[in-house]
Structure formats: structure tokens, C-alpha cells
């Protein structure tokens, strides 16, 4: 098993640590035990178990610094590993921001962890599979599907008596259904620390219905449209947004939170509906409580009434400004509403759908304009009521835009370990067609 405990992965990078001669050390441990099943042309094609360990040590001299990895932890791998980093260290030119390893901290104890998803077994993997093939083949649809669970921990050492540790269980799932005439798409994804929450046959039937309903798609006009975004068309958006909360780009002139005479701390550029935070401790999206630098992680809001209230700082930069450091979050969590995804329909006279966006890319860094595309389900919406599927769009939009055109939040929803509400959204602009399905 590569799982080991807080007392037996200190003992190991103890030992490790031992065998060091350089001016610091900082050794990093991580393992897990996951399991998957694949399935595609309602058909599962490939099953496994992976069970995988591993220990870095970052040694310094002054700030030159090597790495070197193990997945060996006898006295022999862990001394030989230890003098690999330190010969790559006196090779290695200096880093002129070269940060000495932290100090002991404290921590919060972490909730991302769940026996229950730690033992999820092949059986129940070929179950959620099957809930999946035997109603798409019934509706005359082909499932694809992809189920991964898994059970890690990681932990962290150094010579200045840092030692932290964390133990966590992830289950994610995501399926497209296409219908078996070629003109259909649906997709859907859920992923939890708690496999109890997960209900595959509910999230089956989202991507069914989707697929059954989006069949002989219709060409509209691209043009600007009040839009109903479903969590996982805004997520990556919203995300790509929260990059922009970093300090030194913003300091540097070189970001969207820059401005001429500073940054945008403290301005509000969003409505003031609009509240963003990260909790590690969420019981929803829990995660560990500490970074990668061993840095405490803890509550952190970063947009408030639409106020920007914080940026991310790196150790480095918080020296060279004088301020304390701010990790950078760990999840992302937006305040939502009450209005669920059938109410923001009932509401809506004209508008549009959406279940995702993919292809994603920047078009203006400096106003955060991306571009991309719907689908897997786009469908226009009149008097209250979705009246029928459209072709895929391609869209220009910028998040900032976006949460500046809010009409309605909804309910929150979990994507990608962030808590994301249905948005309802005007002037959303669309610039052209997309003929894919």
C-alpha cells in the first residue's frame, strides 16, 4: 500500500533528512491508491488499480538548489536520493529569489478525508458503468464514460522542523452521450470527497436527457443573448479570472488587477451581488490545509460586493513589498442564490442554455477576453420555456463582463472541487457558429 500514516511518513522523511549536509532541506512525500473504469461505445474498454509513491528532496547550498526523486524509501534510496539533490544543487546557478524553507506552523486539521470513498471496490465501479450503458442503450444513445477514485496523502519535512501532513479521497466522474443518429450530444460531470453524494444514476440521466433533446440542432444568429450558464460553461472562466489575483503581475503592470498608479485592491469591479472566497475546511470542497510551500492555508475572501479584497502573495514578493504572504487559494467559492436552473428558465423571455464552454483560450490578458465554444447541449430558450436545441456558438467574453451583466444567481453547485452557482447573465456575445455537435 502507498498509503502511509503521519507517524510512518515522518519516520521515512526523518531518516531521509538525516543524511543531509546541506544548508537546507526540504523533503516532500506523497502516495495514493486510485482505481478507474472506462467505458465507450457502451462497452467498458478498461479497468485498473494504481498504486503509486514517492519522495522529493529539494537540498540548498546558500541559493543554489537540486531536486532529485525516489520511490524507494530503504535506508540505501533515501541516502542516495539525498546526495543526488545536493550534487544537482552545486551545479545549479543561483536563484536570485531563493526563499530559506518556513519554520514549524500550526495547522487546522483538514476534512478531505472519507473512509467511505477510500473504499470504493471494482464492483462498484462496474456498477456506476452499468448505470450508465443500460438507459443510454434503452434511449438509443452511446455512453463514453470515465469514473476515477482515489486515496492520497502528502506530507512535508525540513531542516528548520517544518513537518505537515495530509490525507484526502476524491471520486470524479464525467460521461457524454451521444445520440445514435450522430446529431445528439449530452455530458455531465460530478466529482466529491464523499462518494455518498455521488448518485450516478441522476447524473446518467442529465446527460441522456440532454443528448435526447439537443437532437437536429438549429443555426441562429450569433449576436449577444441573456444566457443561462450552467456551473461547469462558467467555471473555467471564473478561474481563469481568479490568475489574475496575483500581486506581482498586478504590481508589474502586467495583468488585469494593474492599474497606473497601483492595483485594483480594494475597487470594485464587478456587481456587488458578486462574493468569491476559499476555505480549505468548506465541508463541501474541503482541501488541505497547507501549500506546497508549507504555508497555513485558511479562509480567505477575495471578492466582496464586488470589492477586490485581497491579492495572492508568494513569499518572495511579500518580502520585497513588506507585506505578509497570501497563498494563493486552494478552491474557489461563489456566493449564489435560491432560484434553481428551471426557475432561471421560467424566468428568462428570450435566451439561451448553455452546459459548457471548452477550448478556451486568452484573446486580451490585460481585460481578461476569452474565447471558446458551447457544447454538449445549447439550447434557446422563449417565454420561459427551452423551445429547442442550437448549433454551437463560438463566444468573446471576459469573466469581468460577465459578472458585471449578472441578472440572477442560482444554486450552487459543485465542479472541479469549486462551488459555482447557475448564472443568469445578459449581452453574453456570441460571434459566430459552430457546425460540430
Not at 485558511?298 to 507585506?323: C, D, F, H, P, T
Amino acid at each position: 500500500m502507498a498509503i502511509y500514516t503521519k507517524e510512518e511518513a515522518r519516520q521515512i522523511m526523518e531518516k531521509a533528512l538525516s543524511f543531509s549536509t546541506a544548508d537546507a532541506c526540504v523533503i516532500n512525500m506523497g502516495g495514493s491508491e486510485s482505481g478507474n473504469i472506462r467505458y465507450a461505445r457502451n462497452t467498458v474498454s478498461t479497468s485498473g488499480h494504481r498504486s503509486n509513491q514517492t519522495l522529493a528532496v529539494e537540498a540548498s547550498f546558500g541559493k543554489k538548489s537540486g531536486t532529485a526523486t525516489v520511490d524507494e524509501f530503504d535506508d540505501e534510496s533515501l541516502e542516495s536520493v539525498v546526495k543526488r539533490a545536493e550534487e544537482l544543487a552545486q551545479l545549479a546557478p543561483e536563484n536570485p529569489e531563493f526563499m530559506a524553507p518556513l519554520g514549524p506552523q500550526t495547522y487546522d486539521e483538514s476534512v478531505s478525508f472519507v473512509e467511505s470513498t477510500a473504499n470504493i471496490t471494482p464492483e462498484y465501479r462496474a456498477e456506476v458503468a452499468a448505470k450508465s450503458i443500460n438507459p443510454a442503450s434503452e434511449k438509443d444513445v452511446t455512453a463514453a464514460g470515465f469514473l476515477n477514485d482515489s486515496n492520497g496523502f502528502s506530507a512535508m519535512l525540513n531542516s528548520s522542523g517544518l513537518f505537515a501532513y495530509n490525507q484526502s479521497t476524491d471520486v470524479d466522474f464525467t460521461v457524454t452521450m451521444r445520440t445514435n443518429d450522430g446529431t445528439g450530444s449530452g455530458w455531465v460531470s460530478r466529482d466529491f470527497n464523499d462518494v455518498k453524494k455521488f448518485d450516478p444514476e441522476e447524473a446518467a440521466k442529465v446527460a441522456i436527457d440532454k443528448a435526447v433533446m439537443s437532437r437536429e440542432a438549429r443555426a441562429i444568429e450569433p449576436g449577444k443573448y441573456t444566457v443561462i450558464l450552467e456551473p461547469a460553461a462558467s467555471v473555467d472562466l471564473l478561474r481563469n479570472m481568479s490568475r489574475a489575483f496575483n500581486a506581482r503581475t498586478a504590481d508589474e503592470g502586467r495583468s488585469f488587477m494593474s492599474k497606473d498608479d497601483g492595483t485594483k485592491m480594494g475597487e470594485k469591479i464587478v456587481d456587488e451581488r458578486v462574493n468569491i472566497w476559499s476555505d480549505p475546511l468548506h465541508p463541501d470542497v474541503p482541501t488541505s490545509t497547507w501549500n506546497g510551500e508549507g504555508m497555513p492555508l485558511k479562509k480567505m475572501n477575495w471578492i466582496e460586493n464586488g470589492v477586490v479584497k485581497n491579492l495572492a502573495y508568494s513569499r518572495y514578493w511579500a518580502e520585497q513589498k513588506g507585506v505578509d504572504p497570501v497563498p494563493y487559494p486552494s478552491n474557489f467559492i461563489m456566493e449564489g442564490g435560491d432560484a434553481s436552473r428551471e426557475e432561471l428558465i421560467k424566468s428568462t423571455k428570450r435566451g439561451i442554455l448553455v452546459t459548457r464552454l471548452w477550448y478556451i483560450r486568452s484573446v486580451d490578458p490585460q481585460t481578461l477576453l476569452y474565447t471558446g465554444l458551447t457544447r454538449d447541449g445549447t439550447f434557446y430558450i422563449e417565454n420561459g420555456e427551452i423551445r429547442y436545441p442550437v448549433k454551437n456558438f463560438r463566444f468573446n467574453e471576459s469573466p469581468i463582463i460577465m459578472l458585471n451583466n449578472l441578472e440572477t444567481l442560482g444554486e450552487q453547485v459543485r465542479i472541479n472541487g469549486n462551488l459555482i452557482p447557475y448564472m443568469k447573465v445578459r449581452d453574453f456575445t456570441f460571434t459566430s457558429l459552430s457546425d460540430a455537435v
